[in-house]
Every structure is written in structure tokens, then in C-alpha cells.
């Protein structure tokens, strides 16, 4: 047993309590404004934000559950979410894996295509009049699904990935008759979990908080996500503290504006304990050129 001299135990103490110093640098906003979120409005504005409220209140969640439209938000993002990052992270992967492979034609020219649309942008303009004019996404739960469906920033990450993969593995497999789909579906995509839980946070996160899409292509409240509804909300709350109280009603603005964050980042926390483990390893082997 090797024994440790009493620097090297110093070290490793003052290492451990950095770590913990940190971890709770981190995790003590969260608290707080969660706190935050359960004290009263007259709490806030007296004593403002604490770790022990003077005054509990649940009244900015009940403001926030009680319009029926919340629940008709959850079901439109959790489904915009789950099905855009399913097709998402397919079409990525596969044209990732397309120009990984050194004997397809022309790879290089479609890099070049996707890295082009990563410097140059046509407008919002044009990009708007092609999703309603041509491809006729106005008032569809799609408009909140293709226009965000291919990230040229993903399909490098899993090129690079894919390209440090073995080529012998894919050899391997087409002498024994495998087709390009089976060597990617039974092959290519069991050895990237590493990557593909980094690219699905990825674009969950973007699905998710995004609320932009519904500005411009949806005028159905049935199928407005979460994110926007909660963007109109916060639009009133911010007139209400600007211009003054509902009726007799004070409305608690600012305890609402935290209950809000903790409404939306509630259902895609919980992604993170799942993919933690691949994370740093999936965004530092995608990110090197191999």
C-alpha cells in the first residue's frame, strides 16, 4: 500500500473543499431563486431575495397553472421536442456519417455546402417567405419542427466522431453483407452513444426553449409551445409592473418572473442525469479532428 506523504494529503484536501466551494457557487443561485419563487411579493420587495423567506406564497405558480392553454403548451413542446430531436439527430447522423467516409464522392463539396450555410444567411426574409409561401408551414405544429431540423454545427461534430471510428469495423461488416443502413444502425450508432447523447441535449435544449418559431408561423393557441405562451405572460406581467396592478389584484411580478423559469427548465432537467456520463467525452472526441 503506497503511503501518502502529508503534502500530498494537504493537497488533496484543499483540492476536495475547491470542488465543494464550487459546486455550491453553483448550486446556491438555484436554490435561491427557487426560494424566490415560493416567498411573497411583499417579501421580495422588503427583504428581497432569501434563503429562508419572511413570508411563504404559492400564488405566482397558481397564476401560472390556472390559464387551461399552460397544459396545451406542455403537450405541444414536449412532442415538438421529442419528435424534432428524434428526426433531428437522424438526419444529422447520417449525413455526418456520409462524409466521414472516404470513398463517397464528392464529400468534401457537401462540407464545403454545409459550412457555407454556417457563414452566409439568406435573411429572416426570404427564410420566412420560403416556410409559408413554399413549403406552406403556416399554423402547423411542422413550422416548429423543420426550420430548425438540421444543424450544419451537429453534422461536423458527428462527422469528426464518426471519422475516428475504425474504417476495419465498417469493412468487416459489408464482407460479412451488411448495407450502409444496418452498419450504421447496428454498428455506427452503438460505438457513438458518446456523441449522440451530446448532439440530442443539443437539440432538445434548442427545441425546447425555442419560442421565436411560434412568434412568426403560429397564430393557433392550440398550438402555441410552452415557451411562447409563457413569453406572452411575462409580456403582461412586465405591463402590469410597468402601469400598475389588475383591479384590486396585486400581481406578484416579480416572484412570477422566477415561477416561470422553474415552469419551463422542470421537464428537460431531468435529460441530464441520463447523458451526464457521455457528455464531456461525446463534445471533446466530436470537437478533434481524428
Excluded at 444529422?92 to 454545409?114: E, H, P
Excluded at 444543424?151 to 466522431?161: G, Q
Aim: glycine fraction near 6%; hydrophobic fraction near 50%; charge should be neutral.
Amino acid at each position: 500500500m503506497i503511503q501518502r506523504s502529508l503534502s500530498d494529503k494537504v493537497m488533496q484536501v484543499l483540492i476536495h473543499f475547491i470542488l465543494l466551494a464550487f459546486g455550491l457557487t453553483c448550486v446556491y443561485p438555484f436554490i435561491l431563486t427557487f426560494m424566490a419563487s415560493i416567498s411573497s411579493e411583499k417579501s421580495i420587495l422588503d427583504y428581497g431575495y432569501q434563503l429562508i423567506p419572511k413570508e411563504f406564497s404559492l400564488l405566482a405558480y397558481e397564476l401560472v397553472f390556472k390559464d387551461e392553454f399552460i397544459y396545451s403548451g406542455y403537450t405541444v413542446s414536449i412532442f415538438v421536442t421529442v419528435a424534432g430531436t428524434a428526426m433531428s439527430l437522424l438526419i444529422c447522423g447520417m449525413a455526418g456519417y456520409a462524409m466521414s467516409i472516404k470513398r463517397v464522392k464528392y464529400r468534401n463539396a457537401v462540407a464545403i455546402y454545409f459550412y457555407l450555410t454556417m457563414v452566409f444567411g439568406a435573411g429572416l426574409l426570404p427564410w420566412y417567405l420560403v416556410c409559408t409561401q413554399f413549403l406552406h408551414l403556416q399554423n402547423t405544429v411542422l413550422a416548429l419542427i423543420l426550420p430548425g431540423l438540421v444543424s450544419p454545427f451537429n453534422v461536423f461534430l458527428m462527422r469528426n466522431y464518426f471519422a475516428s471510428i475504425p474504417s476495419e469495423l465498417i469493412e468487416s461488416a459489408e464482407i460479412d453483407g451488411c448495407g450502409v443502413m444496418r452498419t450504421f444502425v447496428q454498428i455506427i450508432i452503438p460505438l457513438s452513444l458518446p456523441i449522440m447523447a451530446t448532439i440530442t441535449l443539443f437539440i432538445g435544449l434548442a427545441y425546447w426553449n425555442d419560442w421565436a418559431s411560434a412568434l412568426w408561423f403560429i397564430d393557433n393557441p392550440d398550438l402555441y409551445p410552452l415557451q411562447y405562451m409563457l413569453f406572452r405572460i411575462e409580456s403582461l406581467m412586465s405591463f402590469v409592473k410597468q402601469y400598475g396592478s389588475m383591479g384590486d389584484m396585486t400581481m406578484p411580478t416579480e416572484t412570477f418572473q422566477v415561477a416561470t423559469l422553474f415552469v419551463t427548465i422542470g421537464p428537460i432537467i431531468f435529460l441530464y442525469p441520463f447523458i451526464q456520463r457521455y457528455f464531456v467525452k461525446g463534445i471533446m472526441i466530436g470537437a478533434v479532428k481524428g
